[in-house]
């Protein structure tokens, strides 16, 4: 398998959706560095393939990365594209309840940062926070978390809101028309033509048959509500280091 060739298509795959995706990374690893070093120990969570702990073993090569997913197709390119790489554990485990932390089985106080990318959305608003909580107990004293996803600000909510989702829908179909790249599920067809990832693929799709079907409601609160989330989850700072229309990456930083 060409595995690097895989990570290029999600990529653009994803970079249809988000154009701005380079940016909210670029952000979140800024906020790694300025507060934690150039050699973290970090829980890339609900990884995927790997997208974040990609660029911050590229940037930071003396770091040190844990991908956390419950998709086994996206795990599976996740393997294949770091296997032989000392710095890197993959481990299957799912956020929707607190078992995760057991699947994981790092102690207290494991990781300088958590670094999670336009993938909670697919969870209740309780168990976001109940995730925030939860990544908590697995930082060191000063360790960060930082969450990029959909947050609208609520203070241009209604008609003005509306616009700015409006143009992003608009610059995302832009995108896909200049760079001719797959939608979501243009992609998971393509993937599963490859008969090393048929079997992964087959069970991704059962196990999210219920997303695929489209009765799956997402939770896209605004970013206020994750800042006072992260707050009532023990971190003594919280805010934003990056907004870019509707979407911002949050972080959320422990006291020492």
Do not use: K
């Amino acid at each position: 398998m060409d595995w690097e060739l895989l990570q290029q298509q999600w990529d653009a795959q994803q970079e249809t959706y988000m154009p701005d995706r380079e940016e909210r990374f670029t952000a979140m690893l800024d906020a790694v560095e300025a507060w934690l070093g150039s050699a973290p120990r970090v829980l890339d969570l609900a990884g995927g393939t790997g997208s974040i702990s990609r660029r911050l073993l590229t940037r930071s090569p003396r770091a040190s990365t844990v991908i956390v997913d419950v998709d086994p197709a996206l795990l599976a390119i996740a393997a294949g594209s770091f296997s032989g790489d000392g710095r890197v554990r993959i481990c299957r485990a799912d956020l929707a309840t607190p078992a995760w932390l057991d699947a994981l089985g790092e102690p207290p106080g494991s990781f300088d940062a958590v670094l999670t990318a336009t993938a909670l959305h697919w969870l209740p608003e309780e168990r976001v926070a109940a995730v925030y909580r939860e990544a908590a107990s697995l930082l060191r004293p000063g360790g960060l978390l930082a969450n990029a996803d959909h947050m609208a600000d609520d203070g241009l909510e209604g008609s003005v809101g509306a616009g700015l989702d409006s143009f992003a829908e608009a610059r995302t179909a832009a995108v896909r028309d200049l760079t001719g790249a797959p939608d979501w599920a243009g992609w998971w067809e393509q993937l599963a033509g490859y008969p090393e990832l048929a079997a992964v693929v087959a069970e991704r799709h059962a196990r999210f048959a219920e997303r695929a079907r489209g009765t799956h409601t997402e939770s896209t609160p605004p970013s206020s509500w994750h800042v006072h989330a992260l707050r009532q989850a023990g971190f003594a700072h919280a805010g934003l280091v990056w907004r870019g229309l509707g979407d911002a990456v949050v972080v959320g930083v422990l006291g020492d």
